[in-house]
């Protein structure tokens, strides 16, 4: 027993091995994807391409497989790329091949061999490709076709202005055409650019403008302009791609907008073409007696906005308005709102909200229903409303008016109200102008006041002691009316008669005149 | 630079006066609805009454009752002493009741507008002369208290009207009681008064006929 283990192990152990080695050189990582021009022009020698992906490591040589009817060239290196984006590192190889279709058909390309710097392998998966004529019409400088999809439509259906330029050389293209007068945009321009092979196998530029579009008014309409190219583009010394320029006609695209069918055309047809979706849906479909719903109807389409709110046909017992501001239009869609309240309990059933429109497949008008709603209303609790304040007479609210418009409504002022005011300015004013009375009465008030009188004692016996006649005399005349001692009365008395001798007699002023000084010197 | 930013506003001016008198062609072609935006712009930015008259005017002329009597209601505050807006909102089916400037009828008067700002300019000056003024105080203090007292009553009356918390119902809704029962309709444009923040997602209310109850807060307005 033991003998057969050992002899098993030693043969499945080297055959695992080998076979753990050998898909180790073939698949580490990284991918590998042929990309063959679509079709193969039969006789034209066109670029195939390998793009490796994370090889792990540079491919050493390419293993071409036979493949009837197409013939390759010498595999060449268009590039090694490696790029480190948040520390993480890829690498790209571009590798690329000349082919050669013999005649027209299907080839399948079996898997390419990628042989690496580092004796490993990859390998591509096989691709099946078609060989067939190329565009004759791709001569010359360039090609432009312009054409509306579909030619024929109803006013509202949707088509679009297609414009497709063709040039030999790569370069910057602008529409040379535009959506013709009377078209209505249904979106903005789109781009596309891409490649188409020439019966020459000559790889051409191809650039498409699509504009959406629908048309208001039966009739025939074109487009048609001159589109501008450049041939023999080349880039100069700072890489910017220069040519010649050349105009090329435009030939004029046609569409016709028939008139909507009047046969089957509904009562409430409201333009919308294309199929539409309804679906009508309440906030709850239980409630109290006395509890508001809301009914929302949702309409989905293309030109949604031609849609008109429906009429709500509520059945006895129920009431309800439109809700202030529930008529939404969005992208594609727009919502109807409603409140609903019951006035009796019970279930109700409430109306199909229905939409038709024109199918521009069959020509025909069809409709779109929303499918039915049913509400129901529980009797709910007999509370009675907690009032507070003057009672009135009766159950219900007072009757109040209801609003009139037209002649009763004064007309708008138009900006032209007599100004007011603000509100505050009274206060301002009031506040501002005391303020200026209070200022003003007192700088009166300060400017008013006398200056306080020199101590007259102390002036006079200053003026004593300078000598100074007229001093003396002014400062002496200053007890004219000052209350004295008698004493102090006659010395003022001669030491004027002193200072009027002095002035005026020529008289020395006495020696005792500081001592008559110093008898009122106290006098402020 | 000043040059410029003069040349900017009047130009921004000119834009602003032409997009509102748009508005208003619109509505003369019997399109209100299309100037209520505008209107509403220039309300809004403005705040004067007769700009919430004309947007109340607006709403009244397209249909919307309810928000005719929020934008008349605005209109009220910003200018109590005006009576258009109580007119208007009467118009619209609401029942202001009386108001403090109405109460006092031409008592009112010397306080508010111009004629208030007159007296209590001189209000101002008799009672600062009186105070610190150098001659004929007294006189001036008589003065100053007349004007004073002359003032007061509209003043008072206008900021007890421009301080009323009236609201009003946008559309049909109904008046519930504390515990969330329905109880009668309100029609639409119905003048009711705030009596607190909202609670629960209404609003409590007291009616101009003394009921009071809660409002679901979407139902009222401003």
């Not at chain 1, 919502?335 to 019970?346: C, K, S, T, V, Y």
């Not at chain 1, 009139?404 to 007011?420: D, V």
């Amino acid at each position: 027993m033991v003998a057969r283990w050992s002899s098993s192990v030693f043969t499945i152990l080297p055959i695992l091995v080998a076979s753990i080695v050998s898909v180790a050189s073939v698949v580490i990582g990284g991918d590998a994807v042929l990309s063959l021009p679509d079709p193969l022009v039969p006789g034209a020698r066109l670029n195939a391409t390998i793009t490796v992906n994370d090889p792990p490591a540079q491919v050493r040589r390419v293993e071409m497989p036979a493949v009837d009817g197409l013939t390759w060239g010498e595999p060449r290196s268009a590039g090694f790329q490696q790029t480190i984006i948040n520390g993480v590192s890829s690498s790209t190889q571009r590798i690329l091949i000349e082919v050669q279709a013999a005649r027209e058909g299907r080839y399948t390309v079996p898997a390419i061999t990628l042989h690496l710097v580092n004796k490993t392998t990859m390998a591509t998966a096989p691709v099946t490709v078609t060989a067939a004529p190329g565009d004759n019409r791709l001569s010359g400088n360039g090609l432009v076709e312009a054409r509306f999809e579909p030619e024929a439509v109803v006013p509202g259906e949707p088509a679009a202005l297609v414009l497709k330029v063709a040039t030999a050389d790569r370069q910057p293209i602008e529409p040379g055409l535009k959506p013709p007068e009377g078209s209505i945009s249904l979106g903005e321009m789109t781009k596309t650019e891409g490649t188409s092979t020439a019966a020459d196998g000559r790889e051409w530029n191809v650039v498409t403008f699509r504009w959406p579009l629908a048309f208001g008014k039966p009739g025939a309409y074109q487009a048609a302009g001159q589109q501008q190219i450049y041939t023999n583009v080349r880039q100069d010394l700072f890489g910017q791609l220069r040519g010649n320029p050349a105009q090329l006609p435009i030939k004029p695209a046609r569409i016709t907008v028939a008139e909507l069918p009047e046969q089957g055309r509904p009562d409430d047809f409201a333009g919308l073409v294309g199929a539409i979706t309804t679906d009508a849906k309440l906030e709850r479909d239980r409630i109290a007696l006395g509890e508001g719903v809301g009914l929302e109807l949702t309409v989905s389409g293309r030109q949604i906005d031609l849609a008109r709110q429906p009429r709500l046909d509520l059945p006895k017992g129920l009431t309800g308005q439109a809700k202030q501001g529930g008529d939404v239009t969005e992208p594609g869609r727009r919502i109807f709102r409603w409140q609903l309240w019951a006035e009796a309990p019970g279930t109700y059933q409430l109306p199909v909200f229905s939409f038709s429109w024109f199918d521009p497949a069959s020509r025909t008008y069809r409709r779109s229903q929303t499918a039915p709603v049913t509400l129901t209303v529980l009797p709910g609790r007999s509370i009675g409303l907690n009032v507070a304040g003057r009672q009135l007479s009766g159950a219900t609210a007072p009757t109040i008016a209801a609003p009139t418009t037209g002649p009763q409504l004064p007309l708008p002022w138009r900006g032209a109200a007599p100004a007011r005011p603000g509100d505050g300015w009274a206060l301002i004013a009031a506040a501002g102008s005391a303020a200026i009375a209070l200022i003003a009465g007192s700088v009166l008030r300060f400017a008013g006041r006398s200056r306080p009188r020199p101590h007259r004692g102390r002036a006079l016996k200053a003026a004593v002691a300078s000598g100074g006649i007229d001093a003396i005399a002014n400062a002496a005349a200053a007890f004219a009316d000052a209350t004295l001692e008698p004493a102090q009365r006659a010395a003022i008395d001669r030491l004027i008669a002193a200072a009027d001798g002095a002035r005026f007699g020529g008289a020395k002023l006495p020696a005792e005149a500081a001592a008559w000084a110093a008898t009122v010197a106290d006098v402020p | 630079m000043i040059f410029r930013l003069a040349l900017l506003l009047v130009v921004m001016a000119c834009g602003h006066g032409a997009e509102t008198a748009d508005s208003y062609a619109a509505w003369a072609q019997g399109r209100p609805q299309e100037a209520i935006a505008a209107l509403g712009a220039v309300a809004r930015t403005t705040n004067r009454w007769d700009a919430w008259m004309d947007l109340g005017l607006a709403h009244a002329n397209a249909g919307d009752a309810g928000q005719a009597a929020v934008a008349f209601i605005v209109a009220h505050r910003t200018a109590a002493e005006r009576p258009e807006p109580l007119a208007a909102l009467r118009t619209v089916g609401a029942t202001p009741p009386v108001t403090w400037i109405e109460r006092l009828g031409p008592a009112a008067w010397p306080g508010v507008g111009w004629p208030g700002i007159g007296l209590a300019i001189v209000a101002g000056l008799g009672l600062g002369w009186a105070a610190l003024g150098t001659r004929r105080r007294g006189l001036t203090a008589v003065i100053g208290t007349i004007a004073l007292v002359g003032v007061l009553p509209g003043q008072i009356a206008l900021r007890l009207d421009a301080a009323e918390p009236w609201a009003t119902t946008l559309h049909e809704c109904r008046l519930y009681d504390s515990a969330g029962n329905p109880g009668n309709p309100l029609p639409t444009a119905t003048l009711v008064r705030r009596r607190g923040e909202a609670w629960s997602g209404r609003i409590p209310v007291e009616l101009i006929d003394g009921r009071r109850g809660f409002v679901p807060t979407g139902d009222l307005g401003p």
